[in-house]
């Protein structure tokens, strides 16, 4: 059995400050420096990917999944809570989560510390003058896990299927807090229509974390 002293904990809660404080602002350079690209999200896509090896700073026993008996299906930490601009995450899903397609309406970068989650990429079909309706075809699917990132400009559109028999942790960066990104929009493929997705969709519960 290991026990953690309070001591120890509070090192390692302030590493994890640092940590975060010196990734975002590496970021904020980068996005400065080259705009809203891809190039500039491989750079960021790197620095999550060194992130996410700091398991010692980023573990289920402060970041747990939820119950399985919840009801829930996710846990979302706001991992710089309060802050404007770039919001960093630390998600664990549960196997069997799925969403349907969205976009996200800023630019986000997805990074895996533990599990994996697919994700199935589309391009839109139609020609976007119906505002409530819309076509989509898959154009790829990524498996999220260590060592393999996936990054999304703002008008990309992906869904995520988590199967396996373990619960997710990702680290997710968005260009803004999620709560903020009222123009996010989800497909529903099966009837085609078009819908806000943080108001149907996304689950609300966010537990910040210093």
């Given at each position: 059995?290991?026990?953690?002293?309070?001591?120890?904990?509070?090192?390692?809660?302030?590493?994890?400050?640092?940590?975060?404080q010196d990734l975002l602002a590496d970021a904020r350079q980068i996005i400065g420096e080259k705009g809203v690209t891809r190039d500039a999200l491989d750079a960021i896509s790197g620095l999550l990917l060194e992130l996410a090896t700091q398991h010692a700073l980023f573990d289920t026993t402060d970041f747990p999944p939820p119950?399985?008996?919840?009801?829930?299906?996710?846990?979302?930490?706001?991992?710089?809570?309060?802050?404007?601009?770039?919001?960093?995450y630390l998600n664990s899903l549960l196997?069997?989560?799925?969403?349907?397609?969205?976009?996200?309406d800023t630019w986000a970068v997805i990074a895996a510390i533990e599990g994996a989650e697919?994700?199935?990429?589309?391009?839109?079909t139609d020609d976007g003058s119906d505002p409530d309706r819309a076509t989509l075809e898959l154009s790829?699917?990524?498996?999220v896990r260590p060592g393999v990132p996936i990054a999304f400009l703002p008008d990309d559109i992906?869904?995520?299927h988590v199967g396996?028999?373990?619960?997710?942790?990702?680290?997710?960066?968005?260009?803004?807090?999620?709560?903020?990104?009222?123009?996010?929009?989800?497909?529903?493929?099966?009837?085609?229509?078009?819908?806000?997705?943080?108001?149907?969709?996304?689950?609300?519960?966010?537990?910040a974390v210093g």
């Open positions: 059995m290991t026990t953690t002293t309070n001591e120890a904990s509070s090192t390692i809660a302030a590493q994890r400050r640092e940590a975060v119950q399985r008996d919840s009801g829930d299906t996710s846990t979302r930490y706001r991992l710089n809570p309060g802050e404007d601009g770039f919001a960093l196997p069997g989560k799925t969403t349907i397609p969205h976009n996200h697919l994700n199935r990429i589309y391009k839109r790829r699917e990524v498996v992906h869904s995520i396996g028999a373990e619960p997710t942790l990702h680290f997710h960066l968005y260009g803004r807090p999620l709560e903020t990104l009222t123009g996010r929009l989800g497909f529903e493929t099966d009837t085609g229509v078009v819908v806000r997705y943080n108001a149907k969709h996304m689950q609300q519960a966010t537990q």
